[in-house]
């Protein structure tokens, strides 16, 4: 192959990724399903990345503090704890991504642009009450979390100013929901990109303190993280009520419409529950972590879990593509078409996730010694990556499916494989493994990669037979 054709494919893959990233809506019912799918995975994976940088900015400034110990193990069961809130967001947000896809499939726009609205009354009146409870409570949520007493006591204004900023969170999830509905991905890629540019900026200053800017340490990096998520919400209002998008919002839809938000309700309540009861697995494996090892342990698990989420995020971002595909190809009554991106997606998701099971065990030390240098926290955090990064590629696959039944409105089906996979099955294996077998923390490690791969292997049963394609939204 001559230099001149090289050099002619890498400038049309430059030129299209631009397109990708530059937010050109197109009509993702027709024409190639591989450039559907990429022009919807580039800037899903790009707003996963930036969603997993979060966390890793404050692991790493937090994790170079004096107390690093009790700081990380702040950071990390506190994450576990807002896992909750991201389930409700998610839940949320895919109830918001199911009806506003399936309307534009329908090319009725202004229909998706009110689901949208609806969609934020509820979010903001749930958002307010999450707040309140987790200001009230934040010392009780480290100690539920089986932190020690010095660490709750000193992680509690951590806790207060995370928990209160629920509002945020929610709806940056919620919003950027609605966008990849409406199939501009890059509309959310980019909030969450302002997002984390102000927070990167932030963590150093308010963390370490400079000139006048007093050193807050642990608070900073909340205070940090909240503010660049509070930047990135009004990016995201600024574009949602612009009129560069297919999007028809009017002053009219904030009025209340409950036959609209009963049937966001019905696929979101479903929704919430899959994303609650998989984020209460892991804070119970959390716990299980915490008190079968200790400080080190819980801390090296922590460190490993926001060093893997870095990598897993940008898969779920690719097998976000499937939920907007799945819902406007079913909205066109294209069924074959429908089924045929899950395909597409899937196969590019398990490429993805192969590379990075060979990057865990090839380079596992080297990523996990870049945020701890504490010897015995980062041995636990190594051996936590190289276990875990064994189901990646089922749990690739797996990913893509729970977004096809959510794309599909078919909420439900993932929220049962959830509560079979996790509590009928990885909780117990867990407990079984750390406590009687006495495998502590390496037992905890093992049962994740088990579970996702047989809630993997269920979830392709259940996609074969079908019944998502029926599902009314």
């Known amino acids: 192959m001559s230099e001149q054709t090289y050099t002619t494919r890498a400038s049309n893959a430059f ?15 027709t024409g190639s399903l591989r450039k559907a799918v990429f022009m919807l995975a580039i800037p ?20 170079h503090l004096e107390d690093s110990s009790h700081a990380i193990q702040t950071v990390g069961l506190t994450e576990s704890v807002l896992t909750i809130i991201y389930s409700l967001a998610m839940g949320m947000s895919m109830a918001a991504t199911a009806t506003v896809a399936r309307r534009v499939g329908e090319k009725n726009f202004k229909e998706a642009g009110h689901a949208a609205i609806q969609s934020m009354l509820i979010s903001l009146a749930v958002a307010i009450v999450i707040s309140i409870f987790g200001f009230i409570n ?10 020690s007493e010095e660490t709750a006591v000193k992680g509690t204004t951590f806790v207060r100013i995370m928990m209160g900023g629920s509002l945020v969170i929610v709806l940056l999830f919620l919003i950027n929901g609605i966008f990849r509905g409406a199939g501009n991905a890059a509309i959310a890629m980019k909030s969450l990109m302002v997002a984390n540019i102000c927070n990167i900026i932030l963590c150093p200053l308010l963390i370490r303190g400079f000139g006048p800017i007093p050193a807050l ?15 990135g919400v009004c990016y995201q209002l600024y574009h949602l009520f612009g009129k560069k998008h297919s999007l028809k919002i009017q002053a009219s839809y904030w009025k209340t419409d409950w036959t609209v938000i009963r049937s966001l309700v019905k696929i979101a309540t479903p929704a919430i529950f899959q994303f609650l009861i998989a984020s209460c697995s892991w804070i119970f494996l959390a716990n299980l972590v915490a008190t079968t090892g200790g400080e ?3 801390a090296g698990y922590q460190t490993a879990l926001r060093l893997m989420m870095f990598f897993i995020l940008p898969a779920w971002g690719m097998s976000n593509a499937a939920a907007t595909l799945v819902g406007q190809n079913l909205g066109a009554k294209q069924l074959d078409r429908a089924e045929a991106s899950v395909m597409k997606t899937m196969k590019y998701n398990v490429i993805f996730m192969a590379f990075v099971t060979v990057l865990f065990l090839v380079l596992g030390e080297w990523f996990v010694s870049f945020f701890t240098p504490d010897p015995e926290v980062r041995k636990e955090a190594v051996l936590a990556v190289r276990i875990i990064s064994a189901g990646y590629i089922f749990y690739g696959i797996g990913m893509v499916l729970i977004n096809t039944f ?4 078919d909420t439900w089906t993932p929220t049962w494989v959830n509560v079979f996979g996790f509590w009928l099955f990885q909780i117990p294996l867990a407990y079984v493994l750390a406590k009687y077998l006495n495998w502590g923390p390496t037992g905890v490690f093992i049962a994740v990669p088990v579970a996702e791969t047989l809630i993997t292997i269920v979830s392709f ?11 009314v939204v």
């Open 15 to 29: 030129a299209f990724i631009r397109r990708a990233i530059s937010g050109e809506e197109m009509d993702y019912t």
């Open 44 to 63: 899903m994976m790009i707003e996963m990345i930036m969603e997993s940088v979060f966390a890793l900015v404050d692991l790493y400034f937090v994790g």
């Open 138 to 147: 934040a010392t009780n949520i480290l100690r539920w979390m089986g932190a």
């Open 217 to 231: 340490g642990l608070n900073g990096a909340a205070i940090a993280t909240t503010i660049g998520r509070g930047i």
């Open 296 to 298: 080190n342990a819980s």
């Open 406 to 409: 959510n794309g599909a409105g």
């Open 461 to 471: 049963i259940l996609f074969k037979k079908g019944r998502w394609k029926r599902v």
